[in-house]
């Protein structure tokens, strides 16, 4: 073996190890953040935990119910405003406009995503809560600021991901459609879309990872409430929201239940992120 | 009810445009406005003096330094692994569970919230290892979370150089390592350099992760275990807590002129590299 070769080899193996570090990192903070989160989880009751309505740190009461709530309906009112909307710029993008209106939109859509999350969350404190405020009364901060703010956030990845997947399906379903007399709405409604299911819902469950996990701009707009909101007018406290306004003074066992906090978080991203892989494989495997 | 095919189709388009407008509207208005309110505040000497009584008055110079050196961390560190990544995925192996396994990690990694890589770079870097709040601590924080788009744009660049280049090397005799370094990477540099400058965006933007790892403290920073504030976590400061909206003003407004010019450096780049391969 001559020394190109073995340099060669050793290359090979260093970019191996290299290779591992996203997986690695992953195992890290998944250890972590069970080993630091998990043992007040179960000295308290894992039940206490997920169904107890009193977060009270100071009194060893840590009962997550109302920000999982609070999670569970920005979330779902994200989707409400984003899954339409950037289903709407997806078709436009890809079956109702010329090249050159695409070439201004696409940038732009690209852009949103740029944007940092705190302008987002500011641009609903001076904007959103204010005219809700006005318009329908209540603190203005709440359920609705949050999910109006979060689904404009969710519309890039919703966008983007089923752009790729509508372009991805073969030419001969379009064409197909049309030379039967279809008109291109009809095309776009029975043949594209279906077509491109497994990765539209790829798109939703990946906007929906993003909505959950959305901290700073929640924080600013949601009025942070330990409380089951009973309205869309009513303030709400996120999971995101509970770790990140607690951990500048948090100690000990306090932490330790932000860090669960964190955990059940992990735990529905990972959820998420398996489901949308999975979604997303199986259209590749279908398409050979 | 069965419409006419041509009239629904009107209704249909003209509804889908509609909101693709107004979505194009909000991202026009949200730059307009930051801009409009912004802009007043910006002159030479808010970007170069220090915030002083808690940013209440002084400009932002620090914040800049901070947002500039923990990004320039968190490249350095995420480029060789990302890069090494996606070299090793596309040129010294095939699919197979070994690659499943990275690609999954991978994308697992990039669905993650930063407030998640916030937790767990204040329990490894800032307590565990000692490292306090720091800049070494935010730029490793950062670094893991823009690893994977790292890794995604440049595996797509490096896909995308042709496979004649390959051969042509390996037919001079060139070895593997040859091949990559001297005519595989230079090809889909501008890819690579694309995917930096985007994580570089993410990087500016990024509040979360930042302000439980590198802190918040206003002084330059003096080495990496000084604690620094970006930009991002300043303006969150200072609008939360209300002590200058004009300075908030001006802060927002340096943070999007910056995503702004990333984002147009990533389009022209990236318009280049897709001419040269199609």
Known sequence: MNRLERKDRLVRLTLL??????VSILAVITVFMFEQGTPVMFKYGLKNFLAGSDWYPSEKSFGLWPMIVGSIYVTFGAMVIGVPFGLACAIVLTEFSSKHVRRVIKPMIELLAGIPSVVYGFMGVVILVPFIRQTFGGPGLSVLAASIILGIMILPTIISISVDSIRAISPA?????????????????????PAARSGIIAS???????????????????????????SILSPVRTLTSNIALEMGYAAGEHRQALFATGVILFIIIMVLNTVANVTSSRRNRVKG | MSLDPRLSQRIAKT???????????????IIFFILRKGLPALSLEFLTKNPVDMGKGGGIFSTVIGTIVLTALAILIATPLG?????????????????????????????????????????????????????????????FMILPTIIRTS???????????????????GTKWQTVTRVVLPSALPGIVTGIILSVGRSIGETAAVIF???????????LFSSTRTMAVHFYILAREGISMSRAYGTAAVLIIAIMAVNIATYCLMNKFIKKYS
């Open chain 2, 155 to 173: 595996e797509e660049a490096i896909k995308s150089v042709p496979a004649a280049y390959r051969q042509v090397s390996f037919s001079l005799g």
């Open chain 1, 17 to 22: 190890v290299v290779a591992f570090s996203a």
């Open chain 2, 15 to 29: 509804l889908l445009w509609a909101m693709t407008v107004l979505t194009v509207a909000v991202l026009v208005f």
């Open chain 2, 83 to 143: 890069v090494g990544t996606a070299i090793y995925l596309t040129e010294y192996t095939w699919e197979n569970a070994v690659t499943r396994v990275i690609r999954f990690g991978a994308e697992c990694l990039a669905g993650i919230p930063s407030i998640i890589f916030g937790l767990f770079g204040f329990i490894l870097f800032v307590t565990k290892l000692g490292f306090g709040w720091s800049i070494l601590s935010g730029g490793l924080t950062l670094a």
């Open chain 1, 173 to 193: 379903y379009r064409e197909g459609s049309i030379a039967l007399g279809a008109t291109k709405w009809q095309t776009v409604r029975m043949v594209v879309l």
């Open chain 2, 213 to 223: 790892t590198a802190g918040s403290a206003l002084r330059l920073p003096t080495s």
């Open chain 1, 204 to 230: 939703i469950i990946l906007g929906m990872g993003r909505a959950i996990g959305e901290t700073m701009a929640v924080i600013m707009i949601a009025g942070n409430a330990v409380s089951v909101p009973r």
